[in-house]
């Protein structure tokens, strides 16, 4: 019997985003969404499991927050639910990049997690099945289950697919990290927020579903300008959406808006890069692998940038050792 599992997920940033949740289902996404997975952001679980005593859980070393024991707990006692596992675990979480810094820390720490309890299921659970079941734990993680490049439609139990394998992609991010001042509202108490009270969220609804189709229809073309117009267009209408919220919600800091009159002025110059934020204020560019070092060179001399990370794209989630 599996005692100790070992494993690893990338984190994943969404080209067309998801924002919104249908109402009393099993976490499931009101949108569509298509991501990359970023070789760079990752998340490593190890999880050995225990026949008495407790769940106990550590993020980067330290025992986790009440409220992050609870959201862990919660997951694990929905797979005993379902009879996948038994027993209690020791889940220990590291990723290598700021947790809850609007860098999809839960996407690949769920992946992770899900890919990690996966071996001591009592059957044998497939892509789709574990996507499924990543997304049970958050979203975004159904899209780090795959990697690449990602779909996941909307549904009854939706998960995502591969649509293309990381190294046959010519694409890659760089993510521009800011500073910050203010406190920062997670995606799911946001995403709840704007349904109830956006006067805009309908809308959104609607623009997300045709997004997407446009958007499978770019990639298959492998038009990185259309890709990356609709992109800029998803990412903007869903902040548009988020502050219309009442009281509204504003993820910016003054170095997002300066960071994307700058990538348009890159543009300008005939550099092809093109802008995404998350729930947060850090700005991710797009481009062909190729120009990353000079797009990082130029964010590193930005204003109010901390941190400039390249990043390739990533696979999906996998088991790094087993005992
Ligand atoms: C995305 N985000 O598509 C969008 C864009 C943030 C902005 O998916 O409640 O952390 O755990 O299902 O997955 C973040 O939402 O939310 C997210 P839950 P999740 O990447």
């Known amino acids: 019997?599996?005692?100790?599992?070992?494993?690893?997920?990338?984190?994943?940033?969404?080209?067309?985003?998801?924002?919104?949740?249908?109402?009393?289902?099993?976490?499931?996404?009101?949108?569509?969404?298509?991501?990359?997975?970023?070789?760079?952001?990752?998340?490593?679980?190890?999880?050995?499991?225990?026949?008495?005593?407790?769940?106990?859980?550590?993020?980067?070393g330290v025992k986790a927050t009440d409220k992050d024991t609870e959201r862990i707990t919660s997951y694990l006692d929905m797979w005993r639910e379902l009879e996948l596992i038994e027993g209690n675990y020791s889940i220990s979480s590291r990723a290598n990049f700021p947790i809850a810094a609007g860098l999809a820390?839960?996407?690949?720490?769920?992946?992770?997690?899900?890919?990690?309890?996966?071996?001591?299921?009592?059957?044998?659970?497939?892509?789709?099945?574990?996507?499924?079941?990543?997304?049970?734990?958050?979203?975004?993680?159904?899209?780090?289950?795959?990697?690449?490049?990602?779909?996941?439609?909307?549904?009854?139990?939706?998960?995502?697919?591969?649509?293309?394998?990381?190294?046959?992609?010519?694409?890659?991010?760089v993510a521009i990290t800011v500073d910050s001042a203010r406190k920062k509202i997670s995606s799911r108490e946001g995403m709840e927020h704007t349904r109830q009270t956006s006067p805009f969220y309908n809308k959104w609804i609607k623009l997300g579903a045709q997004d997407y189709k446009e958007m499978l229809r770019a990639i298959n073309l492998r038009n990185l300008t259309r890709i990356g117009e609709l992109m800029e267009s998803n990412t903007l209408a869903m902040h548009s959406c988020i502050m219309s919220a009442r009281p509204p919600i504003v993820y910016w800091s003054p170095a997002t808006i300066y960071i994307i009159q700058k990538v348009r002025s890159w543009r300008d110059e005939g550099l092809d890069v093109y802008f995404t934020i998350d729930a947060g204020a850090n700005v991710f560019v797009l481009c062909m692998k190729d120009d990353m070092d000079l797009v990082a060179s130029k964010?590193?001399?930005?204003?109010?940038?901390?941190?400039?990370?390249?990043?390739?794209?990533?696979?999906?989630?996998?088991?790094?050792?087993?005992?």
Not at 50 to 60: A, L, P, S, Y
Not at 303 to 310: A, S
């Open 1 to 60: 019997m599996i005692k100790r599992v070992h494993t690893r997920a990338f984190s994943n940033i969404a080209l067309i985003k998801y924002w919104g949740k249908v109402p009393g289902g099993d976490n499931i996404p009101a949108t569509p969404s298509i991501s990359i997975a970023l070789r760079e952001l990752s998340t490593e679980t190890e999880v050995e499991r225990f026949d008495v005593g407790e769940d106990r859980v550590f993020i980067n």
């Open 299 to 323: 964010a590193e001399k930005l204003q109010g940038v901390v941190k400039v990370i390249k990043s390739e794209p990533g696979g999906g989630a996998e088991v790094i050792s087993r005992q």
């Open 105 to 173: 820390s839960s996407a690949s720490g769920f992946a992770a997690l899900a890919k990690a309890l996966a071996e001591f299921s009592r059957i044998k659970l497939g892509k789709r099945k574990l996507s499924q079941l990543a997304r049970r734990g958050s979203g975004s993680a159904a899209r780090s289950v795959t990697g690449g490049l990602s779909a996941f439609p909307v549904g009854k139990d939706p998960a995502a697919r591969l649509l293309i394998d990381a190294r046959r992609l010519s694409y890659g991010m």
